[in-house]
């Protein structure tokens, strides 16, 4: 297993859109792992194989106290949703910015597990609004861009400011 370098924001390839994964293979479960050991390492709740740098539609979760209740998410859709919820959001991407963001509350939502068999679940609280953040990593989106231009630029400044000399940005 390997550490995977986690890119920061504002890093042009977080506005990649990633592409659907044709059939699991063993390449993406190698990834899958990587991307595990990476999260839990940050630590995370959450990564998307774009934030690793991976164009690919493919999202690891794990919202449990015990770190032992890994979701894997390939080529995941948001086929209902209902509900409004608000809730103070964090990103491995955006480092220690905490911003309230307003999702869905319940979402149901279809995906390929590891076995590449089609999984369709319905969810809401905290789960739901992870599995909506990395979704829209996939799609090249960042939580801060639901914030206004004002305290996105701060943001923007501040980041470039520190991780500049950094690979990983
Ligand atoms: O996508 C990411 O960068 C991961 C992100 C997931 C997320 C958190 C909160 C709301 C929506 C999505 C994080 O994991 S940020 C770190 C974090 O929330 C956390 C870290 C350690 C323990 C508990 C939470
Ligand atoms: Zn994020």
Redesign the pocket.
């Known amino acids: 297993m390997a550490l995977l370098d986690i890119l920061v924001y504002p890093n042009p390839r977080l506005r990649d859109i990633a592409q659907e994964v044709d059939t699991v293979t063993d390449v993406e479960r190698e990834l899958v792992k990587n991307m595990a050991e990476t999260?839990y390492a940050?630590?995370?709740?959450?990564?998307?194989a774009v934030?690793v740098g991976v164009s690919k539609r493919i999202i690891v979760i794990d919202i449990s106290d015990s770190g032992d209740d890994l979701l894997v998410l390939i080529n995941p859709k948001i086929i209902e949703h209902d509900g409004m919820q608000v809730?103070e959001?964090?990103?491995?991407?955006v480092p220690e910015v905490y911003a309230e963001v307003t999702r869905a509350e319940e979402i149901t939502f279809e995906y390929l597990d590891l076995d590449g068999k089609l999984v369709t679940q319905t969810t809401d609280g905290?789960l739901a609004?992870?599995v909506q953040?990395?979704i829209d990593?996939l799609d090249g989106k960042v939580?801060v861009d639901y914030l206004s231009r004002i305290k996105r630029d701060r943001i923007r400044k501040k980041l470039l400011k520190i991780y500049k000399n950094d690979s990983t940005s």
């Open positions: 999260m940050a630590p995370g709740i959450g990564l998307a934030q809730y959001e964090g990103c491995l991407s905290l609004v992870c953040h990395e990593h939580f």
